[in-house]
């Protein structure tokens, strides 16, 4: 069970779509609209574990086709929020956006997110620790997931908002734009390997 709520833990604290968009939402648009934003990450995270769970990715995955174009909507995203960091200049701007995303815009992420559905697969199918009680095991599972899943995330809305108020150099901004306009792109790469290891099997 540790070693599961340890890998629970690197698992979700490095950055991914979720973590980094969070980060920007509290730069841009502060506490309220950052814990709006969160809390449509959260139910997004736990409609993902259901579909998980259920086998119901997994059934829908298996039509090529529709892998294939919520690949490409996930791929697009993640270059399209990449390129808002990096051409953000000397803003210190994760993501802008006229307007927060709100609840809405936390769920449609993560229903697209491909790093949601690479953890929560691995989670649930690995780490086994009451194998006489698989339904016990996930529930028990799903509760330190949350656990561990909402203050990393409130810990990345933190950093955010503390950012957004820092009065940096624009030397400074640029360098932390660009970092996490790469960190993005390292996402989409990783994303991209991942579709491609069935064909070179």
Known sequence: ??????????????PGPGVLSTAGV???FGRAAGSRYV???????????????????AIVLADARLRTVLFL???????????????AGSRLAFIRRSRAPGVLGGVALQVINPKAYAVNTTL?????????DLFLETAIKL?????IWIPIHFLWLWAGIRLG?????????????????????????LA?????RPFAA
């Open 1 to 14: 069970m540790l070693t599961f709520a340890a890998a629970v833990f690197f698992l979700i604290i490095t």
């Open 26 to 28: 509290g730069s841009a």
């Open 39 to 57: 809390g449509g990450l959260f139910i997004g995270q736990n409609l993902v574990s259901v579909a998980v769970i259920s086998g119901l990715a």
């Open 73 to 87: 909507l996930s791929v697009a995203y993640l270059f399209y929020l990449a390129a808002r960091i990096a051409l």
């Open 124 to 132: 649930f199918t690995g780490f086994s620790f009451l194998a006489d």
């Open 143 to 147: 509760l330190i997931m949350n656990a």
């Open 165 to 189: 108020q820092l009065d940096l150099p624009e030397r400074v901004h640029r360098t932390i734009n660009i970092g996490m306009a790469l960190s993005m792109l390292l996402v989409v790469a």
């Open 192 to 196: 991209i390997l991942a579709q491609l």
